[in-house]
Nanobody, 115 residues
Framework: QVQLVESGGGLVQAGGSLRLSCAAS????????MHWYRQAPGKERDLVAS????????NYADSVKGRFTISRDNVKNILYLQMNRLKPEETALYYC????????WGQGDQVTVSS
Protein backbone atom coordinates (compact mmCIF):
# COMPACT_ATOMS: atom_id res chain seq x y z
CA GLN A 1 0.00 0.00 0.00
CA VAL A 2 1.02 3.63 -0.35
CA GLN A 3 3.33 4.83 2.40
CA LEU A 4 4.69 8.31 2.93
CA VAL A 5 7.05 8.83 5.85
CA GLU A 6 8.28 12.32 6.73
CA SER A 7 11.45 13.03 8.66
CA GLY A 8 13.86 15.86 9.38
CA GLY A 9 11.66 18.07 11.50
CA GLY A 10 12.60 19.41 14.90
CA LEU A 11 13.29 22.56 16.88
CA VAL A 12 15.12 25.43 15.24
CA GLN A 13 15.64 29.07 16.07
CA ALA A 14 14.08 31.78 13.98
CA GLY A 15 16.21 32.38 10.92
CA GLY A 16 17.46 28.81 10.90
CA SER A 17 17.06 26.03 8.36
CA LEU A 18 15.69 22.52 8.20
CA ARG A 19 15.34 19.98 5.43
CA LEU A 20 12.35 17.69 5.47
CA SER A 21 12.34 14.37 3.66
CA CYS A 22 9.43 12.17 2.66
CA ALA A 23 10.20 8.57 1.79
CA ALA A 24 7.62 7.14 -0.59
CA SER A 25 6.77 3.50 -1.24
CA UNK A 26 3.95 1.36 -2.55
CA UNK A 27 3.46 3.28 -5.79
CA UNK A 28 5.40 4.49 -8.82
CA UNK A 29 6.72 7.68 -7.31
CA UNK A 30 8.08 9.18 -10.55
CA UNK A 31 4.59 9.22 -12.09
CA UNK A 32 3.04 11.54 -9.51
CA UNK A 33 3.20 15.20 -8.70
CA MET A 34 3.77 15.70 -4.99
CA HIS A 35 2.89 18.35 -2.44
CA TRP A 36 4.04 19.60 0.94
CA TYR A 37 1.36 20.94 3.30
CA ARG A 38 1.51 22.31 6.81
CA GLN A 39 -0.99 22.70 9.61
CA ALA A 40 -0.51 24.94 12.60
CA PRO A 41 -2.51 24.34 15.79
CA GLY A 42 -6.10 25.49 15.38
CA LYS A 43 -5.62 26.32 11.70
CA GLU A 44 -6.42 24.72 8.40
CA ARG A 45 -3.96 22.59 6.48
CA ASP A 46 -2.31 24.80 3.86
CA LEU A 47 -0.45 23.95 0.68
CA VAL A 48 3.18 25.01 0.94
CA ALA A 49 4.83 23.71 -2.23
CA SER A 50 4.23 21.43 -5.20
CA UNK A 51 6.43 19.66 -7.71
CA UNK A 52 5.61 17.92 -10.98
CA UNK A 53 6.30 14.24 -11.48
CA UNK A 54 9.57 14.85 -13.31
CA UNK A 55 10.63 17.69 -11.04
CA UNK A 56 10.56 20.07 -13.95
CA UNK A 57 8.10 22.53 -12.45
CA UNK A 58 7.51 23.77 -8.92
CA ASN A 59 5.05 26.09 -7.21
CA TYR A 60 5.10 27.76 -3.83
CA ALA A 61 2.79 29.57 -1.49
CA ASP A 62 3.57 33.28 -1.58
CA SER A 63 4.61 33.21 2.06
CA VAL A 64 7.52 30.82 1.41
CA LYS A 65 8.74 31.92 -2.02
CA GLY A 66 12.44 32.57 -2.03
CA ARG A 67 12.99 30.70 1.25
CA PHE A 68 11.70 27.15 0.65
CA THR A 69 12.73 24.75 -2.07
CA ILE A 70 10.87 21.58 -3.00
CA SER A 71 12.76 18.86 -4.83
CA ARG A 72 12.64 15.15 -5.44
CA ASP A 73 14.83 12.15 -6.18
CA ASN A 74 12.95 9.80 -8.48
CA VAL A 75 15.60 7.11 -8.09
CA LYS A 76 15.51 7.03 -4.30
CA ASN A 77 11.76 7.85 -4.19
CA ILE A 78 12.23 10.75 -1.79
CA LEU A 79 10.57 14.15 -1.70
CA TYR A 80 12.39 17.04 -0.02
CA LEU A 81 11.57 20.45 1.37
CA GLN A 82 14.49 22.72 2.15
CA MET A 83 13.33 25.47 4.49
CA ASN A 84 15.52 28.51 5.09
CA ARG A 85 15.05 31.66 7.19
CA LEU A 86 12.31 30.00 9.18
CA LYS A 87 9.86 32.13 11.15
CA PRO A 88 8.09 31.35 14.45
CA GLU A 89 4.71 31.50 12.72
CA GLU A 90 5.81 28.58 10.56
CA THR A 91 5.65 26.24 13.52
CA ALA A 92 3.39 23.43 12.31
CA LEU A 93 3.01 19.82 11.38
CA TYR A 94 4.37 19.35 7.88
CA TYR A 95 2.87 16.69 5.66
CA CYS A 96 3.81 15.26 2.31
CA UNK A 97 0.96 14.35 0.05
CA UNK A 98 0.39 12.39 -3.11
CA UNK A 99 -2.59 14.20 -4.61
CA UNK A 100 -5.45 12.59 -6.47
CA UNK A 101 -8.95 11.24 -6.14
CA UNK A 102 -7.66 9.14 -3.27
CA UNK A 103 -4.99 11.37 -1.87
CA UNK A 104 -2.38 9.82 0.36
CA TRP A 105 -0.79 11.56 3.32
CA GLY A 106 2.15 10.98 5.56
CA GLN A 107 1.82 11.06 9.34
CA GLY A 108 3.29 14.54 9.55
CA ASP A 109 6.51 15.86 11.03
CA GLN A 110 6.66 18.60 13.64
CA VAL A 111 8.62 21.75 12.91
CA THR A 112 8.97 24.17 15.80
CA VAL A 113 10.57 27.56 15.26
CA SER A 114 11.51 29.42 18.41
CA SER A 115 11.73 33.19 18.57
Amino acid sequence: QVQLVESGGGLVQAGGSLRLSCAASGFTFKRYAMHWYRQAPGKERDLVASIKDDGGSTNYADSVKGRFTISRDNVKNILYLQMNRLKPEETALYYCCRPGTSASWGQGDQVTVSS
